[in-house]
């Protein structure tokens, strides 16, 4: 049988993915139209790989808790078969049932439980509903970075932070993992509206076991095929590599190695190595016989088998926290901590470890022999006496039943409850449009990056993507902002999306807020993406798409501004390749004009045309302006760096013939221009009119930067009017601005622009310009900056040909005054009530 082409194959994957994604929002949608029912809890734990974690021991306390005998449990286990002694215990158990993950019975329970409770995340599917308490309890205190702080993609932690904002609380073992986990990693800092609980972790009550518990703890293990045999035990627990979670790196070789050479080193006698692997790589060791007798069984709990555990060996995995309670040693194995604290990065410096830090199992079984042999060493015990008071101060033995008291009963008198860290600044977000290369997404970014953020509390939101230049976009955006990425789409039953996709054909959204069953479906879509957060001030600042431009219209209580960066009728009307690509999607934002509190156009000359043709859609009042930013800064590195670095992607690249005579010395005088190749650039318009000055003189060049449909078409003209010697097509740069700066005069033949941005960046860097007459030129190219010529072959040359008499004036510009009152327009244009200090 012949095997299908790989391109084939990847579209047969995405189109099977769709589709089990639609199968999965259709079952959570048909049940979260049942009642929610309070004496149910759901429980997961990792994924599903069994019952684990906080979760389990939550479980427990409530099984043996007199007042809860009520309550129906529901458990997610992804395999059975994996967790034969869970099952065997509950099999005839009628108020435990256990279903499987993406299951109809799983979106069942997750739609109509009343009490939700995880140590990771639910899927992207999940929303939590009225009526539903959400509990998530995380899996450990970390060691190392998390969340934003490891510098990652935000599609990385997309669905992290969902949960986050999701929960009606969220469990933190000490203040550090509030602090900096929470509040700091994740940056929940304003927006999170649930509460924090620090009152200990419910897993590490298995460790306080009395030596009946200890011994029936080893009767388990040894049932399980491991030999005690009276030894003592030292636990190797690393924790999983690799660069995704969901993608863990097999290093199964690697431990069992370990394991092997360690035995052989030490005396086996009187200890016995048991290997406890992270959840999520449990999978690779368990398939191999050469790890029985080692290898202790992924369903007994962690915590459990760390209560009988004599002296514990781990890297970087947040067990070494829970192991702090018992006041028993920790040795530190991290053959790989360079290349580890590189890429992930660690909270704290190995020398406050509260414990030996060793490289080689040679290593580990020298300190493990001395502490055979004298106990710990003293140097040691002062770290682990600090980490122990600050990291257990909470792990009496008792934590389970305090989150019990708080989330069940409802009690809170003398626990930690308290919600993150707040301050005074007023909260915006942003969506910033697909973050791939164009006038918007700079726009956006200077925005982000210059606004004050000591006054606001600024977030970003975008669609997920994998396309590289969207996520180099996405790294330059201030650290300060909180960046969201929409993970997963819209629930809701296919009648509704039909229905909703109607409403877009016709070109009018209005429904989304008359039609109560669309209302419940966006303001659902809201909550999925946002939880419970609340903020000031909401913007589309792409101002293009439908579906945010509705969804930016359930922002609970926020004002809500739209940016208009164009004539928007005339976008809505130009066609491209005879068709109006725009025509319906603008429609349809026009529709929702009216439920705007401002209508931002990027000009004050576009706030008029716009306020004038668009006028049947909102009132004269809701029209309003602000200037689009500058980066100064980041355009004049990029102008310094050397043209021919900037352009030659790599040394063996052939400079193209344009590069010589630009970068070197040279008598020809160079007209440059950079925009997407396309008719509304109108760089047809601008060959012809250099055609008609390179007659005249022959020592001008023209150089064209960008790239777009237009090329093909602008290559024939190229040869057509006999400028191919003196005309360069350079295509797409990522460094624009190096060759700006070595050119002579900057001129632009745009039919129309809404802000001119690259008007502003010729002027930031000191060039000539001539511009043709488009509606919002002069704003920005006040009186005396540059040159205005009319929108004609003849009126561009003669702009050209007047730079080559010397009469086209410049003027310095001051970005910095442009950016104070640029700012000052953006803050009255979304009407926001506070003053500049």
Not at 516 to 539: A, P
Not at 582 to 599: G, I
Not at 756 to 785: C, K, Y
Request: hydrophobic share 40%; proline share 5%; glycine share 6%.
């Amino acid at each position: 049988m012949q095997m299908l082409p790989r391109a084939v194959l990847v579209r047969v994957k995405r189109v099977v993915s769709r589709l089990r994604r639609a199968a999965a929002s259709e079952m959570y949608a048909f049940w979260s139209r049942r009642p929610v029912d309070r004496n149910v809890v759901l429980y997961e734990s990792f994924s599903g790989n069994g019952m684990l974690c906080n979760p389990e021991a939550i479980f427990r306390g409530l099984r043996e808790a007199p007042d809860f005998t009520h309550l129906k449990h529901v458990w997610v286990l992804a395999r059975e078969d994996e967790n034969p002694t869970v099952v065997h215990e509950f099999a005839r158990d009628s108020s435990v049932r256990f279903v499987r993950p993406n299951s109809l019975g799983y979106y069942r329970a997750l739609a109509t439980s009343g009490f939700l409770i995880n140590n990771a995340t639910f899927p992207v599917q999940f929303n939590k509903r009225e009526g539903q308490v959400y509990l998530n309890t995380w899996h450990g205190t970390p060691l190392k970075r998390m969340g934003f702080d490891i510098g990652d993609p935000a599609s990385r932690v997309g669905n992290v932070i969902r949960n986050f904002l999701a929960a009606d609380y969220l469990l933190a073992a000490n203040r550090f993992m509030t602090e900096q986990m929470y509040e700091s990693a994740h940056l929940l800092r304003n927006i999170y509206r649930g509460e924090i609980i620090e009152e200990g972790y419910p897993r590490i009550d298995r460790q306080f076991l009395d030596s009946s518990g200890v011994a029936s703890m080893i009767e388990t293990l040894e049932g399980a095929g491991l030999p005690i045999a009276g030894r003592k035990i030292i636990l190797y627990a690393p924790t999983w590599k690799g660069e995704s979670f969901a993608h863990p790196r097999d290093d199964a070789d690697e431990l069992l190695g370990r394991v092997t050479e360690l035995e052989s080193l030490i005396d086996t006698t009187r200890y016995v190595v048991l290997l406890k692997v992270h959840q999520v790589v449990y999978r690779f060791a368990a398939a191999r016989a050469d790890f029985r007798g080692s290898l202790v069984p992924n369903e007994i709990p962690t915590n459990a088998v760390l209560a009988a555990t004599d002296i514990l060996v781990t890297d970087y995995s947040s067990t070494f926290f829970d192991f702090l309670a018992t006041g028993r040693p920790i040795v530190f194995l991290t053959p790989d901590i360079r290349d580890y604290a590189g890429y992930r990065g660690l909270y704290m410096e190995p020398e406050e470890w509260p414990g030996p830090v060793v490289h080689t199992v040679s290593e580990l079984a020298t300190e493990l022999n001395f502490i055979a042999r004298s106990g710990p060493r003293p140097e040691i015990t002062q770290n682990y006496i600090a980490m122990r008071n600050k990291y257990s101060g909470h792990e009496d033995g008792r934590a389970t039943e305090r989150i019990i008291d708080i989330v069940f009963r409802g009690r809170r008198d003398g626990y930690t409850v308290a919600p993150v860290a707040r301050d005074e600044r007023q909260s915006v977000l942003v969506h910033v449009g697909s973050m791939k290369p164009n006038g918007i997404t700079t726009s956006a970014l200077n925005l982000l990056n210059s606004i004050d953020h000591r006054r606001y509390d600024v977030s970003a939101v975008f669609s997920n993507s994998r396309v590289p230049v969207a996520l180099e976009n996405q790294a330059q955006i201030h650290p300060s902002v909180r960046q969201f990425v929409r993970v997963g789409g819209m629930n809701g039953s296919k009648v509704d999306h039909l229905k909703r996709r109607l409403h877009w054909y016709r070109g009018d959204l209005s429904a989304h807020s008359r039609d109560s069953r669309q209302k419940r479906l966006w303001d659902e879509e809201w909550t999925r993406c946002f939880g419970d957060s609340r903020f000031d001030y909401v913007i589309d600042f792409s101002g293009y798409g439908p579906f945010w431009a509705t969804l930016m219209l359930h922002a609970p209580l926020a004002k809500r501004s739209i940016w208009l960066h164009n004539d928007m009728v005339a976008d809505a009307q130009r066609s491209n390749d005879g068709r109006r690509r725009l025509l319906k999607s603008l429609s349809s934002v026009f529709s929702l004009y009216r439920e705007y509190d401002n209508l931002v156009s990027v000009s004050p000359a576009l706030e008029e045309v716009n306020a004038r043709e668009l006028a049947r859609f909102a009132p004269r009042e809701k029209f309003v302006s602000a200037r689009n930013l500058v980066d100064s800064a980041r355009i004049r590195r990029a102008a310094a760096v050397d043209l021919r670095e900037a352009v030659l992607d790599d040394p063996t690249d052939t400079a193209p013939d344009w590069l010589d005579s630009l970068a070197g010395e040279s008598s020809l005088v160079h007209f440059v221009t950079v925009g997407r190749l396309s008719s509304e650039k109108n760089q047809v318009r601008l060959i012809r009119a250099f055609a008609q000055l390179h007659k005249q003189r022959s020592d001008t060049r023209l150089v064209i930067v960008g790239d777009g449909p237009l090329r093909t078409t602008l290559e024939g003209l190229i040869r057509e009017v006999g400028v191919e010697e003196s005309v360069a097509l350079t295509g797409h740069r990522y460094n624009p601005y190096a060759i700006m700066a070595a050119a002579d005069c900057f001129v632009l033949s745009s039919d129309y622009e809404g802000q001119p941005m690259v008007l502003l960046e010729a002027r930031i860097l000191d060039l000539p310009i001539i511009t043709v007459a488009f509606g919002s030129a002069r704003d920005a190219l006040p009186e005396g900056t540059g040159l205005i010529v009319p929108t004609t072959d003849q009126g561009l040359a003669a702009g050209m040909s007047a730079y080559l008499s010397g009469s086209v004036p410049t003027v310095k510009f001051d970005d910095q005054a442009y950016n104070a009152e640029a700012l000052d327009e953006f803050e009255s244009a979304i009407g926001a009530t506070l003053t500049r200090r």
